[in-house]
Each structure stands twice: as structure tokens, then as C-alpha cells.
């Protein structure tokens, strides 16, 4: 009996060994796996891992595609990533990346440093710093533009080289199903490609949604245009009153020019509403200009140019007025439709046309899809990120490791930043009831705004936890300076089963605002005054 044979077939995806018992010669074991090298297109009677162009197909240039693409070539999966922008409304577009690189997360956090700075300049004449009248300090738009689009373009240039390195296939190419395996790419200049895998991967992400009102195509814009508007926004009327709108808002008063919040019911939904209440305060404190239980009917360009926006109040009466710029923030929409999802039977929501995944696997077997596109999925660039990651490990990897989207962190980049882990206090009572569940709370004054005599009346945190046993801490929210930083490591502390007894056992580092969350001890339910406390006792 001749011995076993190990034949190296080098197929059109991947280099994958293979044992196999046979009675054939050397001659003959040779012969055979010269044919398997060659077969052709009609000759599919293989496994399916053996004749395609791919193991695994990205749709997306987004966060969460290009993290899982990433991953998977670490494992020696053959990847492509197929990414097209179509131009919004306004014209603009944009290179690889995805919406956080290029009109997203990165333009929104430099506009908002560039915002921070300004009344860090303000405060600077307190701290002795010696300016020139600091009434006659500007920000100069075009400079702040034109830095910002440097520093995108700069990424972008940055992951195409990486791709590149990584030896990941990249198409600047609107791809579509034909079939399960098969996508359609269009080329910039028309031409169709196919591209075949055994895996195929949505990650194609969102864009902004607008209204169905007269003017609104033609004369809107959002936030895929702010950060690359090419002249300074002037007086602006922000319609939508989600993160995207107050982080807009702020940075443009920040700024310096006059920013108009339009709210059709609430600000921040699905945020703790009480933090969010206090957010619109501070903003409305520092100028920003909110107008509640309103929507806009009609938007008319005027003969010099600005824009004559009409609405609608909850009395259902007509109001106007005039802005230089109109940003609608009123929320986003997958581009799943564009997948043409009938052509392989993939389940949408009707609703929101999102996909229903479980584990990121859609309804069918070899698609799957993580970020934006995803239906009850948290919206956001790093959940996309590790998602895809984990996505890949267990396609390539042999890794069970699950995405767990409970008790993530996240930041609105309003002027007084607001960070938030776990459950709001609505859907803490909702969830477990009020007898269930202690609300801690306190409002804090940080050291840096003493000199300037900042005000702090919304500087304020509060903890809320189950109210007997371990008392483990549900959610975590603050208002101040670097929210953000202060709510990462308190997210791990989260995803450790954090108590608070062992919150109130740490010992702070003095003096940060984070230390708040250690000294913390009014409850809501005690009636007592949550004010700050002395700083040093």
C-alpha cells in the first residue's frame, strides 16, 4: 500500500495543504496536483474555499472594514476592501477612511480643540498672560479648514500605504451583490469588475439623512460638508439636537459665530436626559441659541445669498428667520439599499433598513456585516473597530471571542464635554425600578476655572448603582473638562464588575476632576444638597 501523500494545492485564493491517502505514483500525485493548480471555472466541484478570488471581501472603507481586513491577513487570509464616496448634495467627498477619519470623529475633535483653545486664551489674561486686547481675537476659518483637511488627507495617504504594506487588495469601487459570493464593483470610471470570496463583509457604514422639505437638498448641508466648507459657516441654524448637532453647535460658537440648535422633541436622545438637560444649559449659557418643539417646512435662498428658513412650532405656528448656513443633523441612514440586498435574500429591517445580525452574522451563511449598519448596535467608531477585529479572529483565527456591546463608553465633545458609561438613570429604573437602584450625585468646581472664575453650575457627576448586596455600579456619567478621558478608565472599572463600595474605597489623585467619582456620597433619594465640596479636606 503506497504511503500517505501531502499535496500543496495552490488554488486561486489561498496556499492550503492537504492530506490525502492514495494509491497513485509519485508521477501520478504530481499529475493530479498540477490539475487541481489548473482547474477551470466550470470545474467547481471543490470545496469552497478553493475557488475564489478571496478569502474574505470587504465592502467599507470604514473603522470597522479596514480593522477587520486588517486582521484577517495577519491569519493569511487573501483580502480585498472595495470603498466608494458618493459626492453628498454639496459635492463633497472624500479618500479612504470612512466617516471618523474624514467628517467625523477626527475633523470634529480638532474643530473642537481649535474651539477649546480659543477660551483657553480667554482665561490665559487671568493666569498673568499679557495679549493683546483679547476682544479683537478671531479664529481665521480658511486656516482652521485647510489644517483640518492636511491632517485628513494625511490619514488617508497613511492607510492606503498601509493596505498596501498589509498586501490587502484595494478598489476605489461601489461594490454590490450579484450573488452570495460574487460582488460587482463600479469603477470610478464606469468599468464593472466582479470579485469573488468565500467571505464577504459589510462594514459600508451611514450617511446623513435630510428632510423632505423644500430647499433642504439644494441649500442644506451636514456634517459630511462642515469640516471642508471653503467659506467660514456665519450664522448658523443647526437642525437636530443628537450629539452630532450640539457637538457642531458648540464648537461653531466656540468659534465665534452664531449657532441656532433647532429641537424637534429632545436633546440627546438616548442619553441620560438629565445630563443632557444640563448640556444644553451650559451651551445655552455660553450663547449657543436653542429653539424646542420646532421643525423646519421650507428653506428659500434670498437674492444676496443667505437663506430664509420657515418652521413650525408645537402650536403649529410659522416662524422665519434668515442664516448663512443651514446643517441638518437629524440623524443617518445605512447604505445598505445600495448592496442591492434582494439579489442574495439579505433580511433588512424595514424600519431603519439595518441588518439584523446575531454575532455579526446576517441571515445569510458567508455575509457578514459589522459598525453603522448594524440594527440596535451602538453607532460608534471604536465598537466597529473591535467588532471587526474579533469578527476576523473568529473567521481566520479560530477564536470563539465574542463582541460584547454592553457597557461602552462614549462622549458628546460639547464646549463642557459629557461622558457617559452604562445605564442612564431612566433605563436604571426602567430595568431594575427605583426601589432597586441608588442615584449618587454631585456637582464639583475644577481647580483651573477658580483663577478665571469660570462658572461651574453644570460642572456636575453622578453614579448610579444597585441600592443593596454588592452594589455594583450600573452607570457612570459626568459633565466638565476632559469628560472623556475621566469616563475611559472608569468604563474598564465598569467591565470589571465595579462596586461602590470599591469606587468609594480608591483613592483619588488630587487635584483632577476625576477624582470626584471617589468622593462622591449624596444620594438623590436623601434630598440633601449635592454642592461642591472644599477642595483639600
Not at 473567521?395 to 457597557?407: A, K, R
Not at 464646549?415 to 426602567?430: H, M, Q, R
Request: proline share 4%; net charge neutral.
Amino acid at each position: 500500500m503506497k504511503s500517505k501523500k501531502k499535496i500543496s494545492l495552490c488554488l486561486n485564493c489561498r496556499k492550503k495543504s492537504q492530506t490525502m491517502d492514495s494509491d497513485l505514483s509519485d508521477q501520478e500525485t504530481e499529475d493530479y496536483a498540477k490539475s487541481l493548480n489548473n482547474l477551470t471555472e466550470e470545474q467547481n466541484n471543490l470545496t469552497a474555499d478553493q475557488k475564489f478570488m478571496y478569502d474574505l471581501i470587504v465592502i467599507g472603507g470604514g473603522s470597522g472594514g479596514l480593522a477587520a481586513a486588517k486582521e484577517a491577513v495577519n491569519f493569511g487570509a487573501k483580502v480585498a476592501v472595495l470603498d466608494f464616496v458618493t459626492p453628498s448634495p454639496r459635492g463633497s467627498t472624500w479618500g479612504l477612511g470612512g466617516t471618523c477619519v474624514n467628517v467625523g470623529c477626527i475633523p470634529k475633535k480638532l474643530m473642537h480643540q481649535a474651539a477649546l483653545l480659543g477660551e483657553s486664551i480667554h482665561d490665559s489674561v487671568s493666569y498673568g498672560w499679557q495679549l493683546p486686547d483679547p476682544k479683537t481675537i478671531k479664529n481665521d476659518w480658511e486656516a482652521l479648514r485647510t489644517a483640518v483637511q492636511n491632517h485628513v488627507k494625511s490619514v488617508n495617504w497613511v492607510t492606503r500605504v498601509e493596505l498596501r504594506t498589509k498586501k490587502i487588495e484595494y478598489f476605489n469601487a461601489l461594490g454590490y451583490f450579484k450573488d452570495q459570493h460574487t460582488i460587482l464593483g463600479k469603477l470610478k470610471n464606469g468599468e464593472e469588475k466582479e470579485f469573488t470570496a468565500q467571505n464577504i463583509l459589510i462594514a459600508v457604514g451611514g450617511r446623513p439623512r435630510y428632510p423632505d422639505i423644500p430647499g433642504a437638498l439644494e441649500y442644506g448641508i451636514t456634517s459630511d460638508d462642515i469640516f471642508s466648507l471653503e467659506k467660514a459657516p456665519g450664522k448658523t441654524l443647526i437642525v437636530g439636537a443628537g450629539y452630532i448637532g450640539l457637538e457642531c453647535a458648540g464648537f461653531l460658537n466656540g468659534l465665534g459665530y452664531d449657532a441656532t440648535v433647532m429641537v424637534r422633541s429632545i436633546v440627546l436622545r438616548g442619553f441620560d436626559q438629565q445630563m443632557a438637560s444640563t448640556v444644553a444649559q451650559e451651551m445655552e449659557r455660553r450663547g449657543v441659541h436653542f429653539i424646542y418643539e420646532a421643525k423646519p417646512s421650507k428653506i428659500e435662498k434670498q437674492a444676496d445669498g443667505r437663506l430664509l428658513v420657515h418652521w413650525v412650532d408645537k402650536d403649529r405656528q410659522t416662524h422665519q428667520d434668515t442664516f448663512d448656513t443651514v446643517l441638518f443633523a437629524i440623524g443617518r441612514k445605512p447604505l445598505t439599499e445600495e448592496l442591492k440586498p434582494e439579489n442574495i435574500g439579505l433580511k433588512l429591517v424595514p424600519e431603519t433598513a439595518k441588518i439584523d445580525a446575531i454575532d455579526e452574522q446576517t441571515n445569510v451563511p458567508n455575509v457578514y456585516a459589522v459598525g453603522d449598519v448594524l440594527h440596535k448596535k451602538p453607532e460608534l467608531t471604536p465598537v466597529a473597530i473591535h467588532a471587526g477585529r474579533l469578527l476576523a479572529r473568529r473567521l481566520f483565527g479560530n477564536s470563539t471571542e465574542q463582541m460584547d456591546y454592553v457597557n461602552v463608553a462614549t462622549t458628546v465633545f460639547s464646549p463642557l464635554e459629557y461622558g457617559c458609561v452604562g445605564l442612564s438613570e431612566e433605563a436604571a429604573i426602567a430595568i431594575h425600578g427605583n426601589d432597586k437602584i441608588e442615584i449618587y450625585h454631585a456637582y464639583y468646581k475644577p481647580t483651573e476655572f477658580f483663577i478665571p472664575q469660570k462658572d461651574v453650575s453644570n460642572c456636575y457627576l453622578k453614579v448610579i448603582a444597585f441600592r443593596n448586596g454588592d452594589q455594583r455600579v450600573l452607570g457612570m456619567h459626568f459633565i466638565g473638562p476632559n469628560a472623556g478621558e475621566v469616563i475611559q478608565g472608569f468604563a474598564a472599572a465598569i467591565k470589571c464588575n465595579l462596586t461602590f463600595p470599591k469606587l468609594k474605597d480608591t483613592v483619588g489623585i488630587h487635584p483632577t476632576v476625576a477624582e470626584e467619582f471617589t468622593r462622591i456620597s449624596v444620594t438623590k433619594r436623601s434630598g440633601l444638597d449635592p454642592k461642591p465640596q472644599s477642595c483639600c479636606s
